[in-house]
C-alpha cells in the first residue's frame, strides 16, 4: 500500500471510509508500521536448508528486496573443504538469467531510437544467413522471446576450463549451413542462439563488445560492482565453487555469455530486480523506460503453438514466464527468470504490483533453477501476506477426481511412441485398462513405477507420483503428450508438453544401416572445451527406436538424445519435431559427407570424425601431421607389452 499523508482544512467535508471519517482513515494507514518480514526470512532460511538438504547443494546465497531496498541477504553452506562460508561478495554463474540482462541491453537500444524489436535481425547483422530463406523474416523480438525457429544451443565450445574467444562467430559460421526448424514466430521454443544473437545485435549497434556494454550501461549505474562476464579466467575465491567427494571442483566457463555467461551476486541481482520494481529507475537513475519495462512483460506466447496451458513457461521478452504460476495461484502478477550451468544455477523472481523481488542463488549438481526457484516463490508468499497484499497463503494441493473406466478407443488414443529432445516415451495398456510408461535407456524399454488411470477430468492420474496425470492433445495436426504435475511450493500445477507421437516411417537405406552403432569423435573442439570430460568418451553415436521405424536417435557429449528422420535423404538426417516450449528445443539436421576418404559428422558448428577409422600409430617414434583443416587428430596407441 502506497502511504500518502492527507492535509485538510477544519471545514472539510467530512467524507466517510468504510465508517471511519477519510482524515481519521488516512491517519491510521499513515500510522501503521512497515512489515518487519521475520516470518519470511524465517520461512525462507526454512527453505533454503530443506532444498540444500535435498539437493546436496554446497552452497546457496539469497537476497529480498522491498520497495527499492534489500531487506534480506544471507548466505548458506560452504565454498572450501574447511567449511567457509560464501561472502556478500561471492559469485555465482546465474546460467540463464544472463538473457534478462540481455533483453535490458537491447531494450535500452530500443529506448533510444537504435533498434526496432520488429526490424529484421539481418538489419543489424548482414552476415546473418542460414540455408533457409525465411531466416529473413526473424526479427528482433524473435529472439527475445525463443520464436525465431533455430535449432537451439550450438554446443561446440560452449563450456571450458579457460575462456574461448570467438564462440559469437562459431554460431555464426554453424547457422550458415543450417536449417530453421519451424517459420519464424510460429512457435516459442527455448533457444539460447537466439540470445547469442541479441547479444551480437547489442554489439552492432553500440559498436563495443556486448560485455563492455552492459558493465558501462547496466552494472556501472546499477553500482553492480561484482558481476562479470568471464572474458578472463576469475580469481580462485571468487565464484562459488562445487565440493565433491571433499574435493573443490574446478570451475567451468561458460562461453555463451549473452544467452547464459553472467556471474553475479544475489545483492547486485537484488540491484538490477529493483529496474523491474521501480518501473525502470532505480537509485532516481532511469534504466530503462517504463514503457520498455512493460514491453517485456507482455505474454509472447499468446498467438503461438500451444498443445497445454503453460504455467512455468509464458515467454515474456527475456523472462521465462510473465505469469509466476506460485503467484498466478494468489492471483499475483509475477515475472520469472531461471539459469541453468551445470554447477551453478540461479532464480530471479519479481512480483512487480507489490515491489518485491527474490534472487537465489546455488552452487550443486542436482541443485536447479527449479529448486532456486522454489525458494523465491517461497519467500514471495509469505512476503505477500506480510505486506497485506495477501490475506493468507495459498492451499497445498491435493485430492484427485473419482475415477473413471476409459474405453478401449481412449486407451488407444493414448499409446504410442512420443519423441522430444532428451526423452523418448513409450505409453502402453497396463492392466484394468490403465496405461504403463517406459523410457529408452540405452537402446531398451525401460519401464517406470506405477500406472496411470483414468478419471472424471479426462485425464490419467499417476498412483505412484500424487497429483500428476496425463492426456493427449491435438494441435498443429499432430498429437501431444502433456503432463501436468504439481509444482515446487505444492500450490500449484504446472503444464508441460512432453513429446509428439509418432508413427513408424520407412525402411532405413543401407547407408544408415552401416552408421548404426558407429561413433564419431569430436574434430574441431578447443583443447580447453570441457565437452572433452563432461560426458565422458567425447562421441556422438547413433541408435534405432525399438518399435518405430524410419527415425534415429543421436546422442553423445555434444547432443542428449536428439531424434531425427533417417528417411527423406541418404546423407541427411533431418530434425523434424515441432514441440513448443522446452521439450523440443536442441534439434540438429545431421550431415553426413566424404572428407579423405572417411565419412565426416557436422550438425551446428561442429565437426565430427568416425571414430572407426582412427589410425593407429607404431611402435616407437611418430610423425604426426597437422592437417589443412585445423582439424584435432586422432590416434589409437599401439598394444602396449611388459
Not at 492527507?6 to 465508517?19: E, L, N
Not at 512489515?35 to 529480498?64: D, E, L, N
Not at 538473457?99 to 526490424?119: C, N, R, Y
Not at 535481425?121 to 542460414?130: H, K, L
Request: a positive charge; aromatic letters at 8%.
Amino acid at each position: 500500500m502506497r502511504v500518502v499523508r492527507i492535509f485538510t482544512s477544519a471545514v472539510a467535508t467530512a467524507t466517510v471510509i468504510g465508517g471511519v471519517p477519510a482524515v481519521q482513515a488516512a491517519e491510521i494507514t499513515q500510522k501503521q508500521p512497515p512489515p518487519t518480514f521475520s516470518t519470511t526470512i524465517q520461512q525462507g532460511r526454512k527453505a533454503v536448508r530443506s532444498v540444500m538438504k535435498q539437493t546436496k547443494a554446497t552452497s546457496v546465497s539469497v537476497a529480498f528486496v522491498s520497495k527499492g531496498a534489500r531487506v534480506w541477504s544471507q548466505r548458506f553452506g560452504r565454498v572450501d573443504k574447511a567449511g567457509k562460508k560464501p561472502s556478500s561478495t561471492t559469485m555465482y554463474g546465474v546460467g540463464s538469467v544472463s538473457k534478462t540482462v540481455t533483453a535490458i541491453a537491447v531494450m535500452q537500444l530500443v529506448d533510444a531510437g537504435k533498434v526496432s524489436l520488429d526490424a529484421p535481425v539481418v538489419r543489424y547483422i548482414p552476415d546473418f544467413t542460414m540455408a533457409s530463406p525465411q531466416y529473413r523474416q526473424i526479427t528482433v523480438r524473435m529472439l527475445l522471446n525463443h520464436s525465431a525457429g533455430l535449432g537451439g544451443t550450438d554446443y561446440g565450445d560452449w563450456l571450458s576450463d579457460k575462456p574461448i574467444p570467438g564462440y559469437t562467430d562459431r554460431v555464426l559460421a554453424g547457422l550458415r549451413t543450417s536449417r530453421l526448424k519451424t517459420t519464424p514466430g510460429a512457435m516459442n521454443v527455448y533457444c539460447n542462439d537466439c540470445f547469442t544473437l541479441a547479444g551480437l545485435v547489442v554489439e552492432r549497434v553500440a559498436g563495443m563488445a556486448f560485455h563492455d556494454y552492459v558493465s558501462k550501461n547496466i552494472f556501472r549505474p546499477l553500482a553492480m560492482k561484482h558481476s562479470m562476464y568471464p572474458t578472463s579466467t576469475p580469481k580462485p575465491g571468487v565464484v562459488a565453487p562445487v565440493i565433491q567427494g571433499g574435493k573443490v571442483q574446478p570451475l567451468q566457463i561458460p562461453n555463451v555469455l549473452a544467452a547464459g555467461g553472467m556471474f553475479s551476486t544475489p545483492n547486485d541481482m537484488a540491484r538490477l530486480a529493483m529496474i523491474f520494481t521501480g518501473d525502470g529507475v532505480v537509485g532516481g537513475k532511469r534504466i530503462l523506460s517504463s514503457a520498455a519495462v512493460q514491453q517485456m512483460s507482455v505474454d509472447q506466447t499468446t498467438t503461438t503453438l500451444k498443445a497445454a496451458p503453460p504455467s512455468n513457461f509464458r515467454f515474456g521478452l527475456g523472462w521465462d514466464t510473465v505469469a509466476d504460476p506460485a503467484l498466478k495461484s494468489l492471483g499475483i502478477r509475477g515475472w520469472t527468470k531461471g539459469g541453468d550451468l551445470i554447477e551453478q544455477h540461479a532464480a530471479f523472481v519479481i512480483a512487480p504490483d507489490q515491489k518485491l523481488a527474490v534472487v537465489v542463488e546455488g552452487a550443486g549438481t542436482t541443485f536447479s533453477s527449479a529448486s532456486a526457484e522454489t525458494i523465491a516463490q517461497t519467500v514471495l508468499l509469505n512476503a505477500l501476506v506480510e505486506t497485506g497484499a495477501v490475506q493468507k497463503m495459498p492451499e497445498q494441493i491435493n485430492g484427485q477426481p473419482a475415477k473413471d473406466r476409459p474405453t478401449r478407443k481412449q486407451i488407444k488414443k493414448m499409446t504410442g511412441i512420443y519423441l522430444a529432445q532428451g526423452l523418448t516415451l513409450k505409453v502402453s495398456q497396463g492392466k484394468s485398462r490403465s496405461l504403463r510408461f517406459s523410457v529408452l535407456t540405452g537402446g531398451t524399454w525401460t519401464r517406470q513405477p506405477g500406472r496411470f488411470v483414468r478419471r472424471a477430468d479426462r485425464s490419467f492420474w499417476s498412483t505412484v507420483a500424487p497429483g500428476s496425470s496425463i492426456r493427449s492433445v491435438k494441435a498443429w495436426g499432430r498429437t501431444y503428450l502433456t503432463l501436468r504435475r504439481v509444482g515446487g511450493t505444492g500450490t500449484y500445477r504446472n503444464h508441460a508438453t512432453i513429446g509428439q507421437r509418432m508413427r513408424s516411417g520407412g525402411s532405413l537405406s543401407p547407408a544408415w544401416r552401416d552408421r548404426l552403432g558407429s561413433a564419431w569423435l569430436m574434430a574441431n573442439e578447443d583443447p580447453n572445451s570441457l565437452n572433452w570430460t563432461l560426458a565422458g568418451t567425447p562421441a556422438v553415436d547413433i541408435r534405432t527406436i525399438p518399435g518405430l521405424s524410419g527415425y534415429l536417435l543421436a546422442d553423445g557429449a555434444l547432443v542428449s538424445s536428439v531424434p531425427f528422420d533417417a528417411t527423406t535423404s541418404d546423407t541427411v538426417g533431418t530434425m523434424f519435431l515441432e514441440v513448443p516450449l522446452l521439450s523440443g528445443r536442441d534439434l540438429f539436421d545431421f550431415g553426413f559427407s566424404l572428407q579423405g576418404g572417411d565419412e565426416y559428422l557436422s550438425f551446428a558448428s561442429s565437426v565430427l570424425r568416425p571414430a572407426a577409422t582412427v589410425p593407429r600409430l607404431s611402435s616407437g617414434s611418430n610423425t604426426v601431421p597437422i592437417g589443412a583443416t585445423g582439424y584435432v587428430q586422432w590416434y589409437r596407441y599401439p598394444k602396449l607389452h611388459d
